[in-house]
């Protein structure tokens, strides 16, 4: 059965750095999200993706964040200058055209992101 | 603004105890409502949503408008039903544009043996 991956599965990285975090989506799909969860806290939205440009965002989805679908298959989330708190698991989801609430989303496995 | 809330963060049952699951929503229209779970070391994945008013591994959820929740039951707990449960909630369907998810805290359910 067709999965979600994600790469890496774990980063560490200095604050004020950049970090692209990448997803692989189920191949037949065509809407894409970014969720994080900071340890101890709710699943968070961050932003939908579908038609190559974004189709919602959360208020956390700021300035430096992006996201980019560089060659049809890839899906990725790119934090410019990382934060003490952008440290959290990062999910990639992706589900199939269709009446919105009734697809699945499916999930990556996360990365988990550690800002020193 | 949606909002979705798990009261529990613990839910502790033996064996072939009956469970439930607390799940209260906020939402200004007609919300699909999920159930994912995530399994020790794996990755959250469906487990039934209220438009197919289906069971899946012995667990049901009814939605009730009235009361704004969407409870998970299960008859007769098993001990590889520990996980970690979320509750969410999506727009409604003609939403095409994007439909996030919004998640519950989420309960951990411990079935011992």
């Known amino acids: 059965e067709p999965e979600v991956t994600q790469t890496p599965s774990h980063q560490v990285t200095q604050m004020g750095q950049e970090v692209i975090l990448r997803c692989v989506p189920i191949s037949n799909h065509l809407y894409f999200y970014w969720y994080r969860q900071i340890l101890g806290q709710k699943v968070e939205f961050l932003v939908s993706?579908?038609?190559?440009?974004?189709?919602?965002k959360s208020e956390i989805f700021d300035d430096q964040f992006s996201v980019e679908r560089p060659d049809g298959s890839n899906f990725t989330l790119k934090i410019r200058s990382t934060k003490l708190e952008d440290s959290a698991m990062y999910f990639c989801a992706s589900r199939r055209e269709g009446s919105g609430g009734q697809e699945t989303q499916y999930f990556g496995p996360g990365t988990r992101l550690l800002v020193l | 603004a949606q909002r979705v809330t798990q009261p529990e963060k613990l839910l502790s049952v033996f064996k072939g105890a009956p469970v439930e699951l607390k799940c209260n929503y906020s939402?200004?229209?007609?919300?699909?409502l999920f159930w994912y779970v995530q399994y020790s070391r794996q990755r959250l994945q469906l487990l039934l949503r209220h438009i197919s008013r289906e069971s899946i591994k012995g667990f049901t959820a009814d939605l009730n408008k009235g009361e704004t929740s969407f409870h998970l039951k299960k008859p007769f707990a098993q001990e590889e039903d520990s996980a970690m449960y979320y509750c969410a909630l999506s727009g409604p369907p003609y939403n095409n544009a994007g439909n996030m998810l919004t998640f519950g805290g989420g309960t951990r359910l411990m079935v011992k043996p």
């Open positions: 993706f579908y038609n190559n440009e974004i189709s919602e």
């Open positions: 939402y200004s229209g007609s919300p699909e």
